[in-house]
């Protein structure tokens, strides 16, 4: 059975995930992992979005890694602040169902180019 939060509950909960993301003394990170490697990262805006209607909303897009670090499938993903603190984990990459979607494929080419368009946290 789901729990269901009131909406104002639930974005004073998002505001604290975007808080913990903003907590280091510069912009967070969304990397995404083939296993425990990291193969791209992008660097969030500073503050790192806005919460309104149960959504926190990433702010800046497009997000661009110039060079992706590794070549692999794009499994997961997590997001840190500045210090590397892991603020969320465990977010799965894949097709249009998963936390982090991906076009046209998850797989990365070391050097690749890659953008992030838009990324939102719902927090049912």
Same mark, same amino acid.
């Given at each position: 059975?789901? +729990?269901?939060?009131?909406?104002?509950?639930?974005?004073?909960?998002?505001?604290?995930?975007?808080?913990?993301?903003?907590?280091?003394?510069?912009?967070?990170?969304?990397?995404?992992?083939?296993?425990?490697?990291?193969? &791209?990262?992008?660097?969030?805006?500073?503050?790192?979005?806005?919460?309104?209607?149960?959504?926190?909303?990433?702010?800046?897009?497009?997000?661009?890694?110039?060079?992706?670090?590794?070549?692999?499938?794009?499994?997961?993903?997590? +997001?840190?602040?500045?210090?590397?603190?892991?603020?969320? &984990?465990?977010?799965?990459?894949?097709?249009?169902?998963?936390?982090? +979607?991906?076009?046209?494929?998850?797989?990365?080419?070391?050097?690749? +180019?890659?953008?992030?368009?838009?990324?939102?946290?719902?927090?049912?």
């Amino acid at each position: 059975m789901s +729990v269901n939060y009131n909406v104002n509950v639930e974005n004073a909960r998002l505001q604290v995930v975007a808080n913990a993301i903003d907590a280091g003394p510069s912009n967070g990170f969304l990397r995404l992992l083939s296993g425990g490697t990291i193969i &791209s990262s992008f660097q969030l805006a500073r503050p790192c979005g806005t919460v309104a209607a149960d959504v926190l909303t990433f702010s800046g897009m497009s997000l661009i890694d110039p060079a992706a670090a590794a070549t692999g499938f794009a499994t997961s993903g997590r +997001v840190e602040d500045s210090t590397g603190t892991i603020v969320i &984990s465990g977010l799965a990459v894949g097709g249009s169902t998963s936390d982090i +979607v991906m076009s046209p494929t998850n797989f990365v080419t070391a050097g690749q +180019v890659l953008a992030l368009l838009s990324a939102t946290i719902t927090g049912n």
